[in-house]
């Protein structure tokens, strides 16, 4: 396009192109300054490995405690059944009041599972497992009481909801007492939650640390190429011409970064993964730890290269809109 | 072709650089820019190549005003100017060929066309055996030369050259000229701006002589020897 002289051809107008090749033209020469920047990068690494390390340090904090966190509440699940109720049932009530019960409570929504326990069988257990056998059979009457194991469904397992559910189920007519064990799981919820509004906040700050490392590592290369950017002006480049390979080396930051985070994760696994085993198997358990998968990682390089682009933008209009050839 | 309309340029300071300066070069034209050092005569080139504006009056380039290019169609217009300056401007980190296909790379040219293009512009200043040599490995001319070989190398139509001869001996002076002269021949409309009055007297050209910013002479060179 030429806009003083009409007839003189310019580098697009000359050749008679289809729309087809055009396109084809067009997305050839963003794949060449694509890989130009990152032959940029190859040819002047040091500061790009700095900032690549940078960011792969600042990407594999929030990540991690992601992965944490991701762990904690898969080991959560496991112990969800540990928030089981259980129901003391009134001694006086009579057999047929408690099948009542029992069937009842099978019946409700909010329930998974019931499991009767009947005062017999309960001491029979009792004497068993405690080896007060000898002293069990010095009293006259079974001292215990029906008892129903309640497993909440789904939904209704979480602290809250449990106690909710407790509280609901105590007001039965022929229960005596209920007993949620949730102390402890009331503790876990409470830590996961804190590590997870702190690994919010944390990331939202690592995020900003990364577009403005970027921005600082780009605005630093642009004032290094300001005699190259401004004979480029001279000879009639537009800036989104002279963006383009910043913007590219941008998301080849945020590229490797993310890659580095994840493979700094995958390392801090394998390194803990020996030691998670021992405690694990201590516990009879066959607990491993999970790392990021395959969507996961996705989600971390597209953030990442998306912070990188971003980062870059953000500081490549202003400069190079600054910078005006002088002579 | 290029048409000045009483331009004045007043820098930021308050220091006037031009003083309703009017002329016009016609297509085709070869014209040389003189005066001392001060004068205006880089001045008056960046106002060509809208490196600068006008704080008055009106340039014209082909008819079209100066004035209503926006900053988004600076680069357009620019691909029309070749600018020869006397520091080269190359980049030093890029071979000669590299130097030279910028502005066709620019432009979106076709790799194949590049290379046709930049070796007939080698070609012209007999530079075709050093095409794949970085800047600082050429002489002072040679690199003169490349930076005339960039400004050629997508024909424009205008010509712009800041004391190309400023750092060269006066042998090697006449020979860019010759090259200067050759363009001109091809059509190109040249202006070349310098205070090497020597090469001015011993060619036959147009003159526009400025003096603390004002026009003071603009006649055509009458013949002495070359």
């Not at chain 1, 995958?266 to 998670?276: C, F, K, P, T």
């Not at chain 2, 194949?112 to 800047?135: D, G």
Request: charged share 20%.
């Amino acid at each position: 396009m030429s806009l003083l002289f009409k007839r003189r051809s310019s580098g697009a107008t000359e050749r008679k192109l289809t729309i087809w090749q055009k396109i084809t033209a067009f997305f050839l020469a963003h794949v060449r300054q694509w890989l130009a920047s990152l032959g940029g990068i190859w040819r002047d690494p040091i500061p790009s490995l700095l900032t690549v390390a940078v960011l792969g340090v600042s990407l594999t904090l929030p990540a991690t405690l992601y992965v944490i966190v991701k762990n904690t509440q898969s080991v959560e699940d496991s112990f969800q059944n540990a928030a089981q109720i259980s129901l003391f049932l009134k001694q006086q009530s009579s057999q047929q009041e408690t099948a009542e019960f029992v069937r009842r409570l099978q019946q409700n929504h909010k329930i998974e599972a019931v499991q009767f326990i009947s005062a017999s069988a309960g001491l029979a257990e009792f004497s068993q497992s405690s080896g007060f056998n000898q002293a069990l059979s010095l009293l006259d009457e079974n001292p215990l009481p029906d008892v129903v194991l309640v497993i909440p469904a789904a939904d209704y397992r979480t602290a809250s909801a449990a106690q909710t559910l407790l509280e609901e189920l105590e007001s039965a007519a022929n229960v005596d007492a209920g007993k949620l064990d949730i102390t402890w799981l009331k503790r876990l919820n409470a830590i996961v939650s804190l590590v997870q509004s702190a690994m919010s906040a944390l990331t939202l700050l690592l995020c900003l640390s990364v577009l403005l490392i970027v921005g600082n590592t780009i605005r630093l290369s642009i004032v290094n190429r300001r005699e190259e950017i401004e004979v480029q002006k001279l000879v009639g480049a537009t800036n989104a011409y002279i963006h383009r390979p910043f913007l590219y080396t941008g998301l080849w930051y945020g590229f490797f970064g993310g890659l580095i985070a994840w493979l700094s994760i995958e390392v801090i696994r394998w390194n803990l993964s020996g030691a998670i085993s021992e405690i694990a198997s201590l516990y009879q358990s066959d607990y491993i730890l999970i790392g990021l998968s395959a969507n996961e990682m996705l989600f971390l390089l597209g953030i990442s290269m998306g912070l990188g682009l971003a980062g870059s933008y953000l500081v490549v209009r202003g400069q190079i809109k600054q910078i005006e050839p002088e002579s | 072709m290029i048409k000045f309309e009483q331009v004045s340029k007043t820098y930021a300071g308050g220091q006037t650089a031009l003083r309703k300066v009017s002329f016009h070069l016609q297509a085709g034209e070869m014209a040389f820019l003189t005066g001392h050092s001060g004068a205006g005569k880089s001045t008056l080139l960046k106002l060509i190549s809208i490196m600068e504006r006008p704080s008055a009056g009106e340039i014209l380039i082909n008819g079209h005003a100066l004035s209503r290019i926006g900053s988004r169609q600076v680069p357009y217009v620019r691909r029309d100017i070749g600018m020869i300056f006397q520091n080269h401007r190359l980049l030093k980190e890029q071979t000669v060929f590299d130097n030279i296909a910028l502005p066709l790379v620019i432009e979106g040219y076709s790799g194949r066309e590049v290379h046709n293009r930049v070796m007939a512009a080698l070609e012209k200043v007999s530079l075709t055996s050093k095409q794949r040599y970085l800047p600082h490995m050429l002489s002072g001319g040679e690199q003169q030369r490349v930076g005339i070989a960039r400004a050629i190398v997508n024909s424009p139509p205008i010509l712009l050259a800041d004391e190309p001869t400023g750092n060269l001996d006066p042998e090697l002076s006449v020979d860019i000229l010759r090259l200067f002269e050759d363009f001109n021949r091809a059509g190109a409309c040249v202006l070349i701006a310098t205070h090497d009055l020597g090469l001015i007297a011993r060619l036959r050209y147009r003159t526009l002589t400025l003096k603390n910013g004002e026009m003071k002479q603009d006649f055509m060179q009458t013949g002495q020897s070359s």
